[in-house]
């Protein structure tokens, strides 16, 4: 039972590098999230999908752009990143109604040197 | 707009004491609530939630949480520490909308010892 995958685990970039994070859950839920967390700040919402066909911008969108490839599949692109964006990335997914939890993904390690 | 305080970044308690991590939230509409654990280099995973059914809502690992409108709080319990426990704890405030869109609060670091 995956739950929602990422990959990769760990990556390790120069600035001014492109990157596409990937994200895929099999529970069939309709929203999918991106966050990222970095010491003593929580995590914050960069993107979301509330179903299949549609993205809306979260707290921190700036420098980062999102695909939602299938209902399953949720990717998450850095075009040109800055030492700024390393941070620990995590996906996440939910049935979709405001009382259903989100589960989340493993986590994609990001270091931008 | 929702937010969620959590006060004390970390705390340390003794294995066999009782564990309270605090959250209060604010909100301009009812709340569903939650509480997560991240375990060292994993993801989170749910704890509990509160969607207004009981205010004394019951998790997994013997912890709970209290849904206090008054105090606007919601508080982790659980009266029995386990080194098992050490792990970050993160609550949440669900927004309105289609996609159920959390606001986290900063974490709160649990150490355990002997």
């Known amino acids: 039972n995956a739950g929602v995958t990422q990959t990769p685990k760990f990556q390790v970039l120069k600035t001014g590098q492109s990157m596409t994070l990937q994200c895929a859950q099999d529970?069939?839920?309709?929203?999918m999230y991106w966050y990222r967390q970095d010491p003593g700040m929580g995590l914050r919402l960069i993107y979301y999908?509330?179903?299949?066909?549609?993205?809306d911008k979260g707290e921190v969108p700036n420098g980062y752009n999102v695909s939602r490839l299938n209902k399953r599949e949720f990717s998450l692109r850095l075009e040109s990143a800055a030492p700024s964006q390393t941070s620990v990335y995590f996906c996440?997914?939910?049935?979709?109604?405001?009382?259903?939890?989100?589960?989340f993904g493993d986590g994609t390690r990001l270091s931008i040197l | 707009a929702q937010s969620v305080t959590q006060l004390g970044s970390h705390v340390s308690v003794s294995e066999g004491a009782l564990v309270l991590l605090r959250c209060n939230y604010s909100s301009s509409v009812p709340p569903y609530l939650f509480w997560y654990v991240q375990y060292p280099n994993q993801g989170l995973q749910l704890l509990l939630k509160y969607t207004s059914a009981a205010t004394l809502v019951k998790g997994i690992n013997g912890f709970e949480a209290e849904f206090k409108k008054s105090e606007t709080s919601f508080h982790l319990t659980k009266p029995s520490a386990h080194m098992s426990d050490a792990a970050e704890y993160f609550c949440a405030v669900s927004t309105t909308g289609t996609a159920s869109k959390l606001t986290f609060g900063t974490g709160t670091r649990l150490q355990v010892t002997l």
């Open positions: 999908s509330a179903s299949e066909g549609t993205t």
């Open positions: 529970m069939n839920h309709n929203s």
């Open positions: 996440a997914s939910s049935g979709g109604p405001l009382n259903q939890p989100q589960h």
